[in-house]
């Protein structure tokens, strides 16, 4: 039984920063590689961030230089800070395994305004 709860989703001005966390439960937390991930309003989800268990990171061409993921073992959590944020940015965002499993939690909104 795995369980994924995101937190730390608000609204924000343009140019603002958030900072998003998931805690993982219910499995080897430390030996996956862990993922953020985006679903806008009518689109589909879309590959945010990613960590492998190493801590080495990769991200989306549209993040890349504003976002940082990040991530706690001893705590089973992963982060993500979003710097510089955008209107675009807009959405609900999830945190699950990278490549992702079919299993996903409740999600965090994130709303950017201008």
């Known amino acids: 039984q795995v369980q994924l709860v995101e937190s730390g989703g608000g609204l924000v001005q343009a140019g603002g920063s958030l900072r998003l966390s998931c805690a993982a439960s219910?499995?080897?937390?430390?030996?996956?590689?862990m993922g953020w991930y985006r679903q806008a309003p009518g689109k589909q989800r879309e590959w945010v961030a990613g960590i492998t268990s190493g801590g080495s990171t990769n991200y989306a061409d549209s993040v890349k230089g504003r976002f940082t993921i990040s991530r706690d073992n001893a705590k089973n959590t992963v982060y993500l800070q979003m710097n510089s944020l955008k209107p675009e940015d807009t959405a609900v965002y999830y945190c699950?395994?990278?490549?992702?499993?079919?299993?996903w939690g409740q999600g965090t909104q994130v709303t950017v305004s201008s």
């Open positions: 699950n395994r990278w490549p992702p499993r079919d299993y």
């Open positions: 219910g499995s080897i937390f430390s030996i996956n590689a």
